[in-house]
C-alpha cells in the first residue's frame, strides 16, 4: 500500500511539475538569421537569382550553410560567440567557370532574455558588410546594408548585388 502511494506521490509530482512555460512554443522569439536578397545590378530594384549557389563558413573546418541552389534570397546564421562571421559565397557551383567571393560581416551583439522554456536569444548590432576585393573576379559587385541591427526575420538585412 505505502509502495502505491509513493508512485501515485511521485507520478502527481511529475505530471505537475511539468508546466506551460517549459516548452519553447514554435513561433517563439529565436535568435534572428541573417536575410539577404540578390538584385541585379543594372536594376537594383529587381531580384536576381544566383545560379548554383553555395555558401560554406570560412573557417578551417568549414561547413556548408547553402548547398547548389539557385535563389534570389538567403538566410544564414551569424556567430553569436564572436563578432566577426566570415563566409565564402560560391557561384556556379559545378559548372565550369564557379567563382568564390568571401564576405565578412562584423558586429555587436546582445543577449535578451525570452522565458524560462526559450532561455535567450542574441540580437545583432552596428552590421558591416565587407567583400574581400578580388578585382575583376568578384561576382558581387555591391552590398547594400539595409538595417544595422537584427532583431527578426521579417526583413531584408543586405542586399547583394550582382
Not at 563558413?57 to 534570389?72: A, G, H, K, P, Y
Amino acid at each position: 500500500m505505502l509502495k502505491r502511494l509513493a508512485f501515485l506521490f511521485l507520478a502527481f509530482t511529475v505530471i505537475a511539475g511539468c508546466t506551460r512555460d517549459d516548452i519553447c512554443e514554435e513561433g517563439a522569439a529565436t535568435t534572428p538569421l541573417l536575410i539577404i536578397t540578390f538584385n541585379d545590378i543594372v536594376n537594383p530594384t529587381e531580384r536576381k537569382s544566383v545560379p548554383s549557389l553555395t555558401v560554406e563558413t570560412r573557417e578551417l573546418n568549414s561547413t556548408e550553410v547553402i548547398s547548389s541552389q539557385t535563389t534570389d534570397s538567403i538566410a544564414i546564421p551569424l556567430r553569436n560567440a564572436a563578432m566577426e562571421t566570415s563566409y565564402r559565397f560560391k557561384k556556379g557551383v559545378g559548372t565550369a567557370t564557379p567563382n568564390t567571393d568571401v564576405l565578412t560581416l562584423r558586429y555587436s551583439t546582445e543577449d535578451l532574455y525570452v522565458n524560462r522554456a526559450c532561455a535567450f536569444k542574441t540580437i545583432y548590432h552596428d552590421l558591416n558588410a565587407i567583400v574581400q576585393n578580388e578585382g575583376s573576379a568578384n561576382w558581387i559587385l555591391q552590398l547594400v546594408v539595409e538595417t544595422n541591427d537584427i532583431v527578426d526575420e521579417t526583413e531584408t538585412h543586405i542586399t547583394i548585388l550582382h
